[in-house]
């Protein structure tokens, strides 16, 4: 266990590093969550209520949107990342750091968690659904009243899931220079042959995910039981 002990040893002279590399990836994963959330939510809801026998059926819809979401969870990364280089350009004004790394991560998380909202909205008891209809009840209202509070748990789970994607994500961004742990894997560990340093990035990125799901399996339980 030497490298535990000269990692231990050298950790005050990296800490630095590590803790700007830290908030680089909290950061990109915070805010890509929140525009993943604002956009996938809502696209979520549309996969389920214009299928057929949802509240709006619209097949044509439905079937548009659906490849949209296909095609944006079908492709690596990686990839995805080269590929919107010249959107995240027009929009940040650069393809570097952690803001620029936003871009690309939110477009990939989004079409991830709309299928999971998608999951989790289908496991909603109909009988529910179908109360509130007779009872009345504007379809609006049973989204924003029935559907989503019914379903708030497993929409939690699939928050939690797509943070932890994202956490993943983040790591891979640093490749094109997108900042956090990632790029210090790279820069410090890899391209330096420092292994202590891509030890380190292991250790953070591990913590990072574990407190993540921590959280979420707290809020699930404390939801399931109300």
Not at 58 to 63: E, F, I, R, Y
Not at 172 to 186: F, P, Q, S, V
Request: charged share 15%; net charge neutral; proline share 5%.
């Amino acid at each position: 266990m030497s490298w535990l002990t000269e990692l231990i040893e050298r950790w005050p002279d990296m800490g630095p590093v590590l803790w700007i590399g830290t908030l680089d990836t909290l950061y990109m994963v915070l805010w890509s969550t929140v525009i993943s959330s604002l956009v996938g939510l809502p696209l979520g809801v549309l996969l389920v209520t214009t299928d057929r026998g949802g509240l709006t059926p619209a097949p044509a819809v439905k079937a548009v949107l659906g490849a949209i979401v296909n095609v944006g969870r079908s492709l690596p990364f990686i990839v995805l990342m080269v590929a919107v280089l010249s959107l995240t350009r027009l929009l940040i004004g650069t393809t570097l750091g952690p803001t620029a790394a936003i871009v690309p991560l939110s477009i990939g998380a989004i079409p991830f968690f709309a299928r999971l909202v998608e999951t989790a909205l289908r496991e909603v008891d109909r009988g529910v659904i179908e109360a509130a209809h007779a009872m009345g009840a504007r379809k609006t209202t049973i989204v924003g009243k029935v559907l989503l509070p019914e379903a708030l748990p497993g929409l939690i789970a699939g928050l939690v899931m797509t943070v932890v994607a994202l956490i993943s994500y983040s790591a891979m961004a640093g490749a094109i220079g997108g900042g956090g742990l990632g790029d210090i894997a790279i820069r410090e560990g890899y391209q330096r042959f420092d292994e202590y340093y891509l030890w380190a990035t292991v250790v953070l990125l591990v913590i990072v995910v574990q407190a993540a799901q921590s959280i979420g399996d707290l809020l699930i339980r404390r939801l399931s039981h109300r």
